[in-house]
T-cell receptor, first 113, second 113 residues
Framework: AQTVTQSQPEMSVQEAETVTLSCTYD???????LFWYKQPPSRQMILVIR??????QNATENRFSVNFQKAAKSFSLKISDSQLGDAAMYFC??????????FGTGTRLTIIP | AAGVIQSPRHLIKEKRETATLKCYPI?????VYWYQQGPGQDPQFLIS???????DKGSIPDRFSAQQFSDYHSELNMSSLELGDSALYFC????????????FGQGTRLTVV
């Protein structure tokens, strides 16, 4: 069974600085997707970034980028130039080839003005 | 370790029928969230409960209702099912409300035919 581990329940960063959220996963599959979701107070799950396992190039979306290490089964999220609006819970998720989605337990990110 | 248990794992219903999904949170967790994830979509927040009271409401149709019982398990009732209700329904639990670590269940896949 796939598992997703976020070992940092809480993180904080100074506004305009860079922060990295960690995520590791366990799988025996070779083809899968990885996601980072942001959960603001509205409870909505907002997709931040997605990575296909077969792509070696790390995904990037504006200030958000990932460090995908397939062999190490690691998928960390880097947020550059942190903004107050980035404060939220962040969930790492894994989707297998049969569309099953597994979430990590989340990391609460606080932005310090 | 005990995890969030959802039942059933798979459910097939016909249009206009009723379905009930169950979620058993991790022991001592007092908060339950429900999400709906349609094909190719991000999880959408439906509703949450804290200490058996509805704490937040998202994009939950009027045909759906939910409650949290005295033992903290939760049920999502869906009536007059439509084809568009076909989705993966996730339940998550946490201790102490939003912005804390959340543990997701494996989901219930509902197919309406």
């Amino acid at each position: 069974a796939q598992t997703v581990t976020q070992s940092q329940p809480e993180m904080s960063v100074q506004e305009a600085e860079t922060v990295t959220l960690s995520c590791t996963y366990d799988t025996s599959e070779s083809d899968y997707y990885l996601f980072w979701y942001k959960q603001p107070p509205s409870r909505q799950m907002i997709l931040v970034i997605r990575q296909e396992a077969y792509k070696q190039q790390n995904a990037t979306e504006n200030r958000f980028s990932v460090n995908f290490q397939k062999a190490a089964k690691s998928f960390s999220l880097k947020i550059s130039d942190s903004q107050l609006g980035d404060a939220a819970m962040y969930f790492c998720a894994y989707r297998s080839s049969d569309e099953k989605l597994t979430f990590g337990t989340g990391t609460r990110l606080t932005i310090i003005p | 370790a005990a995890g969030v248990i959802q039942s059933p794992r798979h459910l097939i219903k016909e249009k206009r029928e009723t379905a009930t999904l169950k979620c058993y949170p991790i022991p001592r967790h007092d908060t339950v969230y429900w999400y709906q994830q349609g094909p190719g979509q991000d999880p959408q927040f439906l509703i949450s409960f804290y200490e058996k009271m509805q704490s937040d409401k998202g994009s939950i149709p009027d045909r759906f209702s939910a409650q949290q019982f005295s033992d903290y398990h939760s049920e999502l009732n869906m009536s007059s099912l439509e084809l568009g209700d076909s989705a993966l329904y996730f339940c998550a639990s946490s201790l102490g409300g939003w912005n804390t670590e959340a543990f997701f269940g494996q989901g219930t896949r509902l197919t309406v035919v």
